[in-house]
């Protein structure tokens, strides 16, 4: 039976596959990402129990994503350095993971501390089955629901996705491109037509005055934010 669920950020592909394979093998589930900004949408979106993240991972590096999952969680973070990073980890340690281990490394060291972290980490309280919840607006990903002052908002799968992707990086800037492809795979050409009328549409279902939007912000010439809780 598979206890926890482990999501490994790092851009050394090999080293990831090594790394997941050890845990699967162990008996753990894994989560995979390459770039920073994808492992915070797996952090954001599936829950895992613990994080493994490179201090170099691009491209808004290892620091940066500890800094945004520890806004929302408080699952176990283990930074992964090179020998000449000992400052950037202590920064990632002020930032609020909690171990670090220096490559190369060994197996059941690595095993030995995830272990460890898991043990001192006590059962969540909280439904890990919400994506966003300020206290207005929520998004439920488990009952694949929105609900905006208790009253639920009737989305299109499409609206649905859009504002999953948005919720899941809430506070950073995405680009049109990043988000078009990660809703619903579109590439680049066609994403500035594509995505203008659905923000349109999402505005109008949840902001009060979708003129002046609350949740979804426009930064011109880039993309969108959508606001932290």
Same mark, same amino acid.
């Given at each position: 039976?598979?206890?926890?669920?482990?999501?490994?950020?790092?851009?050394?592909?090999?080293?990831?596959?090594?790394?997941?394979?050890?845990?699967?093998?162990?008996?753990?589930?894994?989560?995979?990402?390459?770039?920073?900004?994808?492992?915070?949408?797996?952090?954001?979106? *599936?829950?895992?129990?613990?994080?493994?993240?490179?201090?170099?991972?691009?491209?808004?590096?290892?620091?940066?994503?500890?800094?945004?999952?520890?806004? *929302? $969680?408080?699952?176990?973070?283990?930074?992964? *350095?090179?020998?000449?990073?000992?400052?950037?980890?202590?920064?990632?340690?002020?930032?609020?993971?909690?171990?670090?281990?220096?490559?190369?490394?060994?197996?059941?060291?690595?095993?030995?501390?995830?272990?460890?972290?898991?043990?001192?980490?006590?059962? $969540?309280?909280?439904?890990?089955?919400?994506?966003?919840?300020?206290?207005?607006?929520?998004?439920?990903?488990?009952?694949?629901?929105?609900?905006?002052?208790?009253?639920?908002?009737?989305?299109?799968?499409?609206?649905?996705?859009?504002?999953?992707?948005?919720? *899941?990086?809430?506070?950073?800037?995405?680009?049109?491109?990043?988000? $078009?492809?990660?809703?619903?795979?579109?590439?680049?050409?066609?994403?500035?037509?594509?995505?203008?009328?659905?923000?349109?549409?999402?505005?109008?279902?949840?902001?009060?005055?979708?003129? $002046?939007?609350?949740?979804?912000?426009?930064?011109?010439?880039?993309?969108?934010?959508?606001?932290?809780?």
């Amino acid at each position: 039976m598979i206890s926890h669920t482990i999501l490994v950020v790092d851009d050394d592909i090999p080293l990831t596959k090594t790394i997941a394979a050890t845990l699967q093998q162990a008996g753990y589930r894994v989560l995979s990402a390459h770039t920073a900004e994808d492992g915070l949408v797996l952090a954001s979106v *599936s829950k895992p129990d613990l994080a493994i993240l490179d201090v170099m991972v691009p491209s808004m590096g290892g620091l940066e994503l500890c800094r945004c999952i520890r806004a *929302s $969680s408080n699952m176990p973070i283990i930074f992964l *350095s090179a020998l000449g990073e000992v400052e950037q980890v202590v920064g990632g340690l002020e930032l609020g993971a909690d171990d670090y281990m220096v490559k190369p490394f060994k197996s059941p060291e690595l095993l030995a501390r995830i272990k460890a972290q898991l043990r001192r980490t006590p059962a $969540s309280t909280t439904p890990n089955h919400l994506v966003f919840n300020d206290g207005a607006l929520e998004i439920d990903m488990q009952a694949h629901q929105v609900t905006l002052r208790g009253q639920v908002v009737d989305l299109t799968p499409r609206e649905y996705d859009l504002l999953l992707v948005l919720a *899941s990086n809430a506070g950073r800037v995405i680009t049109t491109n990043e988000l $078009s492809q990660k809703a619903w795979g579109i590439s680049q050409s066609e994403a500035g037509d594509n995505i203008k009328p659905y923000i349109h549409y999402l505005r109008k279902k949840i902001e009060d005055d979708p003129a $002046s939007p609350t949740w979804i912000v426009t930064v011109r010439g880039v993309g969108y934010r959508f606001a932290e809780p």
